[in-house]
């Protein structure tokens, strides 16, 4: 390797780092982190999952994944309560508040995934993404 900084790897760390600086800008304006937008996005998508797979899903462990959602029972964005067949398993789900600061939050992430759409021309976007995927997906 000639160049470590013109590798694969290097770029897609960049790339990630730059994303994660530029949502985490945008979303503090709303009072939000990606990771809490990460969750109360899931939660849209699959009301009532557990902490574990909020915590797969947005690429945190448990332990840090309990302090989010503690912030966000806090902010009155979510609710939780205990799973009917699980005993010691909590479900959580949004509250109008919380679908309210989503849909804000979406909106700048839909200008962030704007940006990067742009940048990417004039390849396809589409492209762009199942290589991304694959590249992951090489390395699991």
């Known amino acids: 390797m000639a160049d470590p900084y013109a590798t694969i790897g290097f770029a897609l760390k960049l790339a990630q780092q730059a994303l994660r600086t530029h949502m985490d800008a945008g979303l503090q304006r709303i009072g939000l982190t990606t ?30 994944m309990q302090g989010i959602v503690v912030a966000l029972e806090r902010s009155g964005f979510i609710v939780r309560a205990p799973h009917p067949d699980h005993g010691r398993v909590q479900t959580t789900e949004l509250t109008e508040r919380g679908r309210e600061v989503l849909a804000a939050a979406s909106g700048i992430v839909s200008e962030v995934e704007a940006r990067l ?24």
Do not use: H, M
Request: net charge positive; charged share 20%.
């Open 35 to 64: 990771p809490q937008y990460a969750v109360l996005n899931f939660l849209k998508a699959k009301p009532g999952a557990s902490n574990a797979e909020l915590a797969r899903r947005s690429f945190v462990t448990p332990q840090t």
């Open 117 to 140: 759409r742009n940048a990417s021309a004039p390849l396809d976007p589409g492209t762009i993404a199942a290589a991304l995927l694959r590249l992951a997906e090489a390395l699991r």
